[in-house]
């Protein structure tokens, strides 16, 4: 089956410090790959997406995710976070170029920035 | 334009009780999804419709909860004799159409069962 594995489950970083969240999945197939963000009070949306091509995928708010297809990993990168980084991040895959579509999520990390 | 919206924002009700969690999604998106986030944890997929068809209804947890689209474009998720381990964050998902594109999501409506 399936599976998404985040395992910064809490993370709190400086203004200016840089950002790694790792996102390890489990799937044996193609597969597409998106990291969502949730700010506080707010709905879930997308930073990023990697469907085919380049590795380095380049999101909103200067975040970026690279895939590394041997590692079965997309994990997201911001060089300087802000304290408007402040949320919570949902890595989420699914099935490449077949079925549902759905969504298979990771447990999230929450990111804290301090000011 | 107009995002994905969920209705009630939040359902307060007892164990036992009938509840019915309304989703309108983003106008002219075919497929729509349902996921249940419970606390500290990720979204879990529930149920996908296309059209007005439930295409995969694999992710319900059990012949308690059931989703239609009659008309292919607002969903109502029902959920029967309400158990205290069903109070989540019920979220809807709406895409422009069947394929791995991107899904909108609501605000969600946060179920507590007493």
């Known amino acids: 089956a399936q599976s998404v594995s985040q395992h910064n489950h809490h993370v709190i970083l400086s203004e200016a410090a840089s950002l790694e969240l790792g996102c390890n999945y489990s799937?044996?197939?193609?597969?597409?790959l998106f990291w969502y963000v949730q700010y506080p009070g707010q709905h879930l949306q997308l930073l990023l997406k990697?469907?085919?091509?380049?590795?380095l995928v380049k999101g909103i708010k200067g975040f970026e995710a690279e895939f590394i297809k041997s590692k079965f990993s997309f994990n997201l990168r911001k060089p300087s976070v802000q304290w408007s980084d402040t949320a919570e991040y949902f890595c989420?895959?699914?099935?490449?170029?077949?079925?549902?579509?759905?969504?298979?999520f990771g447990t999230g990390t929450r990111l804290k920035v301090l000011a | 334009g107009a995002g994905v919206s969920q209705t009630p924002s939040n359902k307060v009700t007892e164990k036992g009780k009938y509840v019915e969690l309304r989703c309108d999604p983003i106008?002219?998106?075919?497929?729509l999804y349902w996921y249940r986030q419970s606390l500290g944890q990720g979204p879990e997929f529930l149920i996908y419709f296309q059209g007005t068809g439930a295409a995969d209804d694999s992710g319900l947890p059990n012949d308690r909860f059931f989703a239609v689209r009659p008309e292919g474009s607002v969903s109502t998720l029902k959920i029967q004799r309400t158990e205290r381990g069903d109070s989540a964050v019920y979220l809807c998902?709406?895409?422009?159409?069947?394929?791995?594109?991107?899904?909108?999501f609501g605000p969600g409506t946060r179920l507590t069962v007493l």
């Open positions: 799937y044996g197939g193609t597969v597409n």
């Open positions: 998902a709406s895409s422009v159409d069947r394929g791995p594109g991107e899904q909108f």
């Open positions: 989420a895959v699914n099935a490449g170029t077949s079925g549902t579509y759905k969504y298979i």
């Open positions: 990697y469907f085919s091509g380049d590795p």
């Open positions: 106008s002219g998106h075919t497929a």
